[in-house]
């Protein structure tokens, strides 16, 4: 697949924490902070998920992505911006199909470690998925910042592993350089990158990985209408990988890809947009091309280097349209 080094440009709202620095552990620190804590109380987990509830379901009916704008950070906020973006050039008036989210039965997983930031996982019941639960990844860079979503997931309830915890009931935390995973944590959006571009054996085969490999191929050469992907990691600041231990020695680990679509019609063919959320976000017009832009946060089981099959297990994507550009 071309590389397309000309589609290639920042993410949108890139959140970069300042005043962070990386141990040789991986832990972060933030003015000389090394005590080993709980990341919240379970009250304060709670207060965090209920604010997180009112301004979201605010933003989605009126379409403002400024009313949750500081509840949000990370991918989510970058597929939040977009959808309301587009949602209020549409419907000026505001979400004519809004049902409020309901996030219910929450269950929270919260590590113990030093310094900054600081997060912890919401496991709930939604409204909107009955055989699935919402798992919500909270953060913050510093006591005086408010809880913020950065990842969102969907999974099964079968999926979602036993994690390590204390005596007391305080989870683990994966750091970013943890060697004895299948893949460190930080090298897992890199290592997606490649493998949906080269193909390999990193990542067990399934729909997030070798049935969209394929379906990609298939798409690629259509007759007048030609597609070129490119895959990049996220990495930085708020897009930075999150993971709790495991029970087996393994890792749940949540991270975040940059993904585009070039399609390109054959001189002579018409290249039509029907869809118009991609004309609402679109800049430019697509007289011969169109470059399709998108976030995607990815939730995995990474297993211990030592299991027989440490292939990555990819539990769940969602992505979301950031940008449209015609040319």
């Not at 990609?216 to 209408?225: D, Q, T």
């Amino acid at each position: 697949m071309s590389k397309l080094r000309s589609l290639r440009r920042p993410a949108v709202s890139v959140a970069l924490m300042s005043a962070l620095s990386v141990t040789a552990s991986g832990c972060v620190t933030v003015h000389g902070e090394r005590e080993v804590v709980p990341a919240a109380t379970k009250a304060e987990a709670a207060r965090a998920l209920k604010d997180f509830l009112i301004a979201y379901n605010k933003a989605d009916k009126m379409y403002d992505q400024s009313v949750d704008a500081d509840r949000v950070t990370g991918a989510l906020a970058d597929i939040d911006a977009a959808k309301h973006k587009a949602g209020h050039t549409n419907h000026a008036d505001g979400n004519p199909s809004h049902v409020p989210l309901k996030l219910t039965d929450a269950e929270f997983t919260i590590p113990k470690k030093a310094g900054w930031p600081r997060w912890f996982v919401a496991d709930t019941h939604s409204n909107k998925s009955e055989n699935a639960r919402w798992l919500l990844v909270f953060t913050r860079g510093g006591a005086d910042e408010v809880w913020e979503v950065s990842y969102l997931t969907v999974l099964s309830p079968d999926d979602i592993p036993e994690f390590k915890k204390d005596k007391d009931g305080w989870a683990e935390p994966v750091t970013a350089n943890a060697a004895d995973l299948a893949v460190e944590p930080k090298d897992l959006s890199r290592s997606y990158a490649t493998y949906l571009e080269d193909g390999g054996t990193t990542f067990a085969p399934g729909t997030h990985t070798s049935q969209w490999r394929a379906a990609r191929e298939k798409n690629a050469s259509r007759p007048g209408l030609a597609r070129q992907y490119v895959d990049e990691p996220l990495t930085s600041g708020d897009y930075a990988p999150v993971g709790l231990r495991t029970d087996d020695g393994g890792a749940l680990v949540f991270f975040t890809t940059h993904h585009y679509e070039k399609q390109t019609a054959a001189q002579g063919v018409t290249l039509t947009v029907n869809d118009a959320n991609i004309e609402a976000l679109m800049t430019g017009e697509p007289k011969q091309s169109l470059t399709l832009e998108w976030v995607s946060n990815q939730a995995v089981l990474d297993p211990a280097k030592t299991d027989s099959d440490d292939r990555i297990k990819i539990l769940s994507r969602i992505q979301g349209l950031t940008g449209a550009r015609g040319e």
